[in-house]
């Protein structure tokens, strides 16, 4: 199937319509959240509850023996809050960092969880089947009622986001001045940490364990770079995981044997490698194009004041000096000369040149300015 083909079937396949609206939908609301995790800098917090889910996964299934997502879910939820209150105790209660508690709870949570998942499979009833999907996903899983859990939670989410955005973005920046003018802080802190492990924990079933913290990170990340603004971020942020989705989805039912979960990850991906270069501001290549800028003005700086500590040795500051006196100047090219003719500080005449009363005005200005500030 070709995307085309794929895009044209989307109106009329209940199939592909419900995965596609699924995958948009988290990424929409992964986008929204991770950027609160990347700007908090606890990007490896995604990924230690969603590790951290895996256990309530399969205590959910061996107490219920059902496969029930919305069950199975309910269990991830109640798992990754534990492993969440864990890792806020273990920083708070003892000396070890945050990314220490971060990784004792990834790996005895995951180790617990894969214990637990081989136990269900040696069971001798058939149920059991397909519990591994959580580990990478499998978007081809997702049914109606599943995307309207993920809109539903993703409104909720949205109310919540609006409703505390103040106290959300005073936390962010300043989280003493938050305290100090009375908002209860630990209350904040934990909506938001609780938001964000709603939404891995609706993420499971489509991209995995595994892949989790990718989806939630990588549209934030790309976000970041195109702005300053905690909203213009969020919104950003939401559109990326929104598109990764479904140009992911897109991409996995057009090709035989691609796993929805990773091609969308990998579309996520390809976002933030994008923002990274082309952003402005903080892109690769603008601030390659900028710091190239600024060597070159610099250099140009440099040769018109060493051309004013020629002139000003006359009395006639128009006096002309043979151009080959300049090459022995570290940093002079004929560009940089063009440019001085350009900017009406020095006059071309064959192979001499003149300084203007211009460039004389202007070399004076900056002769006693370090050349930095230029």
Known sequence: MEITEYFSLLWNDYTLRTITLGTAVLGAIC???GS?????KESLLGDAISHAAL??????????????????????LISGLIGTLWIRGITSKTHLKSDTALGLILSIFFGFGMLLLTFIQKQPNANQAGLDKYLFGQAATLVESDVRLMVIVTGISLFVMLLFWKEFKMLLFDADYTKTIGFNTKFIDVLITFLIVLAIVLGLQTVGVVLMSAILLAPAAAARQWTNSLSKMVVLAAIFGAFSGVLGTAISASQDNLSTGPVIVLVAGVFVLFSFIFSPGRGLLFREIKFRKNRND???????????????????????HAIRILNNFHGFTKSSLKKLENEGWVAIDGQEWAMTEKGFLRAEEIYNQPIGNE
């Open 55 to 76: 256990p309530g996964i399969a205590i959910a299934f061996l107490i219920t023996g059902t496969k029930d997502s919305s069950i199975l879910l309910l269990g991830a």
């Open 298 to 320: 610099l250099e140009l700086m440099k040769t018109l004041q060493f051309m004013y500590s020629i002139a000003q040795d006359h009395e006639n500051i128009s006096h002309p």
């Open 31 to 33: 986008g929204m959240l």
């Open 36 to 40: 609160f995790a990347v700007l908090r």
